[in-house]
């Protein structure tokens, strides 16, 4: 079946700018990840959606940060006023979230943000 | 504080040979632990994970990793390495009782050298 997809691919942009991420997780996969890799850094963790269940922002850097799930299923990534220490890879994970253990998660190819 | 280090960030290897590549956590509790490998162009993709049970977790690809809780570390080891292992690395760590946040390590790069 179809994996985590993830758009655009790539995404350049202006200081300043609003840039909106979009990821598709795998269908009927309740749960949801966002995170940034920025070079030479592991993964940073952002944000993770669970069903209905309220977000864990804990991992968003500021407020300029933001992502939404509608329906379940797409998520939106917002990254307002893009400032350079923006510029990462940001990468989606969905997963099945059934049970207390944490589930594998399969990753999208994620979205390459420059900030010029 | 809970963190994830690989202290490798570059592994050679001959084919053939035995690899191991490090990881060593601090997370409150027991962990739950994966690897994850990223191969050129492509996303992460899971190899294995620790949940309980036995500390030795087979994966894919012919992986397998120790989870030693004395040592905190769960190293990932292959017995004969393949050119085609080549590439990324990810260790990753939850704690059970530390809410939903997974702290991934900086990645060590594999080179499997013909």
Known sequence: GAGVSQSPSNKVTEKGKDVELRCDPIS?????????????????????????????????????????????????LTIQRTQQEDSAVYLCASSPGVGRAPDT???????????L | ?????????????????PLTVKCTYSVSGNPYLFWYVQYPNRGLQFLLKYITGDNLVK????????????????????PSALVSDSALYFCAVRGRNTGNQFYFGTGTSLTVIP
């Not at chain 1, 070079?39 to 804990?58: C, H, M, R, T, V």
């Not at chain 1, 998660?105 to 900030?115: A, D, E, H, I, K």
């Open chain 1, 28 to 76: 009927g996969h309740t749960a949801l990840y966002w995170y940034r890799q920025s070079l030479g850094q592991g993964l940073e963790f952002l944000i993770y959606f669970q069903g209905n269940s309220a977000p864990d922002k804990s991992g968003l850097p500021s407020d300029r940060f933001s992502a939404e799930r509608t329906g379940g299923s797409v998520s939106t």
């Open chain 2, 59 to 78: 994966g894919s690809y012919g992986f397998e990793a120790e989870f030693n809780k004395s040592q905190t570390s769960f190293h990932l080891k292959k």
């Open chain 2, 1 to 17: 504080a809970q963190s994830v280090a690989q202290p490798e960030d570059q592994v050679n290897v001959a084919e053939g040979n």
């Open chain 1, 105 to 115: 998660q399969y990753f999208g190819p994620g979205t390459r943000l420059t900030v």
